[in-house]
């Protein structure tokens, strides 16, 4: 058996002549927190889709817990959980309703339906709320619920699309807590964030920009070789940002000098072609 | 295909319909409200035509006539209310234009001098035009109302020169002409129970994919291992519920408020509802599969419904009747077979043995409706 959980070689999609996620590749090791790093529109939920079989790929090939995304999306489905990027619970149904709809669709065995639905509201905090309307729960609460729906079948791979945006920052707190928690017991966690502070908190970052993975590795790596190259060029590829704080060789640069400079990086590579087309 | 699955689905279904209970009173209300609204709209019978009369003559005879129009014949309805008397053209005119009257009747003054000279006796009949279906069936009421009266006074006459009585060898009696027992809705309502099933059904199923789409609970659905045939049997489970209390419904109101007799078999009556509402809750979902919009997909559930059941199923417009072309078009819609099948089993009592052309058409349609949208139901965004 592969030891990872996903493994996407030059993956693409396109809307039409727009493309969406231009060949990207990466892999993702089993229990690893895979950070997917990038601004709006950047491909992001485009990329998640493909990887839950829910989206077709135009070009390139994936593998997700062994199984390809192109020729076996139904395998890939019994073994994740998703979580996508807008609330897609049903608010007119209860809490205990929403948990029993999917334990249903998840076809689990009635002792396991207690328990996990017991460990979801418990997880949620939602103990004093079994019965209350999706629809009138807070964001956080609304979130760490449809997590719990999304893994009541307790899949081996999960994907997260944005799943604190718009939450406050103690219930973003408490969701990463629920990450690691999940990730300490062996699952693989893939989940995107266009938060800064969120990125750090995962073992491995993919960043990308523009349907482009620009950057990959470790937050540390990601730092050093950034800390390594302006050193090399003089500063010259820092940003305004970074400069504010000059490095000196024993603090690194943040993850968001990082960013900003492989964007601007990325950027001065696209200009001379786009002054060529014109 | 499994159960469980399928059962999760039709569970969260009703609670969808059980949290938006006005739309669950609209599923039940409507068929009511439309078999009320058509069934007394749509009767084709003309009662209590309103009239005003000129009554020249002013004598015996000419009351005579006069009441044999305001008179009801044998227990049915009126045929004319006589609004008023008048005395003048002008009136009469200014009565139908005023919608006062739809018909004036001019006794002109010779009337009895002519009939008891043994002489024709015409009378003036002014009918507003406007609506010719009416004014048609009316002129046609008109009609038989004096030469009934006529016969009568041939009687008298050759009764008092001593004549042995006519002997008339055709009894033609009104009433049949009539319609006393308002027979059209009798026609009418068993067909109507088959166009509004048609059209709630379509309405019951043609949101609820597209809802799931729109609120982006489809996204969520799809991304677990649940079957495309159990999204769509589950839907389908606690619709076809409502669906049959709605027939039940439409039943129990044609026996006891629209008294049209049932003649057939009930089992078999249900039975045939039964398949022929599978059908039209598939083609509705199979049109929220297609659209995936809320607004489009009622839209075009209630069109491709509407329109055809109406128009095209036999329910008021006669099929043998229509252009070739139309005619080959009223194969497809379902509702021309169901209307065969509820007229048939409803007016002649007749059973399977007639109706298995019909019966078999409905499952096809229905099998058609259900594998279509099972194909187009893809796990996948597009
Ligand atoms: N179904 C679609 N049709 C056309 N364009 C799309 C579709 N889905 C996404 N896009 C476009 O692809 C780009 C990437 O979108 P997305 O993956 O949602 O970005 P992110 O999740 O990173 O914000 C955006 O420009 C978006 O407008
Ligand atoms: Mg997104």
């Known amino acids: ?278 | 295909m499994n159960l469980r699955r399928v059962s999760a689905v039709a569970r969260k279904e009703v609670l969808h319909v059980v949290r938006d209970y006005r739309s669950l009173l609209m599923a039940l209300a409507t068929p009511a409200f439309l078999l009320t609204l058509f069934g007394y709209a749509l009767t084709l019978d003309v009662d209590d035509v309103p009239m005003v009369v000129w009554d020249q003559s002013q004598t015996a005879r000419s009351r005579e006539l006069i009441s044999r129009f305001a008179s009801s014949h044998g227990n049915g309805p009126r045929y004319f209310s006589i609004r008023g008397y008048v005395s003048r053209y002008a009136d009469v005119e200014k009565a139908i234009d005023r919608r006062e009257a739809m018909m004036g009747l001019v006794v002109p003054r010779d009337f009895a001098q002519r009939i008891d000279a043994g002489r024709d006796a015409p009378v003036q009949l002014i009918v507003d035009g406007s609506d010719s279906n009416t004014a048609t069936i009316a002129i046609g009421y008109a009609d038989v109302v004096t030469q009934i009266y006529a016969l009568d006074l041939t009687i008298e006459q050759n009764q008092r020169r001593g004549m042995p009585p006519l002997a008339i060898p055709l009894d033609v009696r009104p009433r049949v002409w009539f319609n006393e027992d308002l027979e059209s809705r009798n026609f009418i309502i068993p067909g109507l129970i088959a166009v509004i099933m048609m059209v709630i059904a379509a309405m019951l199923t043609s949101l609820t994919i597209a809802r799931e789409w729109e609120r982006g609970t489809m996204e969520q659905l799809i991304s677990t291992p649940v079957k495309p045939g159990e999204l769509i049997l589950g839907k389908l489970v606690p619709y076809f519920a409502i669906g049959m209390c709605d027939v039940l419904i439409a039943v129990l109101m044609s026996e006891f408020v629209f008294h049209v007799p049932l003649r057939g078999n009930v089992a078999l009556l249900f039975g045939m509802s039964a398949i022929f509402l599978t059908g039209a809750l598939a083609m509705g979902l199979l049109v929220s599969i297609v659209t995936k919009s809320q607004l489009l997909s009622s839209q075009v559930a209630v069109l491709t419904t509407f329109l055809p059941g109406f128009l095209l199923s036999g329910f008021i417009f006669t099929i043998a009747n229509m252009p070739q072309a139309i005619r080959m078009v009223t194969y497809l819609i379902s509702a021309r077979y169901f209307v065969t099948i509820l007229k048939g089993i409803y007016l002649k009592g007749v059973g399977l043995e007639i109706l298995a052309t019909e019966a078999l058409f409905l499952i096809f349609y229905a099998a058609v409706m259900v594998v279509l949208a099972r194909v187009k139901l893809k796990k996948k965004l597009t």
């Open chain 1, 1 to 278: 058996m592969n030891q990872n959980a996903v493994v996407v070689t030059n993956l693409e999609k396109r809307f039409g002549r727009f493309v969406a996620v231009n060949r990207v590749s990466f892999e993702v090791a089993r229990g690893e927190v895979f950070g997917f790093l990038g601004p709006n529109g950047a491909g992001k939920s485009t990329t998640i889709r493909m990887l839950c079989g829910i989206l077709a790929p135009s070009g390139g090939r994936g593998t997700v817990a062994g199984f390809d995304v192109r020729t076996q999306p139904e395998q890939i489905k019994a073994n994740i959980g998703y979580m996508s990027q807008k609330f897609s619970l049903y608010q007119d149904l209860t809490v205990e309703e929403n948990i029993d709809f999917f334990s249903g669709i998840y076809r689990l065995p009635r002792e396991k339906k207690r328990e996990r639905k017991d460990w979801v509201i418990e997880m949620a905090g939602l103990s004093g709320h079994r019965h209350s309307l999706a629809a009138v729960l807070s964001g956080g609460w609304k979130q760490r619920l449809a997590l719990g729906c999304a893994i009541l079948h307790e899949p081996p791979i999960i994907f997260l699309d944005e799943p604190t945006s718009g939450v406050d920052p103690i219930s973003r707190r408490q969701f990463w807590d629920l990450i690691y928690d999940l990730s300490g017991r062996g699952v693989t966690v893939f989940v995107t964030t266009h938060y800064m502070d969120e990125a750090e908190y995962c073992n491995r970052l993919g960043l990308i920009y523009r349907g482009e993975l620009i950057a990959l590795g470790t937050p540390h790596e990601l730092k050093v070789e950034l800390a390594t190259t302006t050193e090399a060029a003089g500063n010259a590829v820092v940003s305004d940002a970074a400069r504010q704080s000059p490095p000196t060789p024993s603090a690194l640069p943040t993850l968001e000098d990082v960013f900003v400079a492989r964007i601007e990086a990325h950027d001065r590579m696209e200009q001379p072609e786009a002054e060529v087309q014109r």
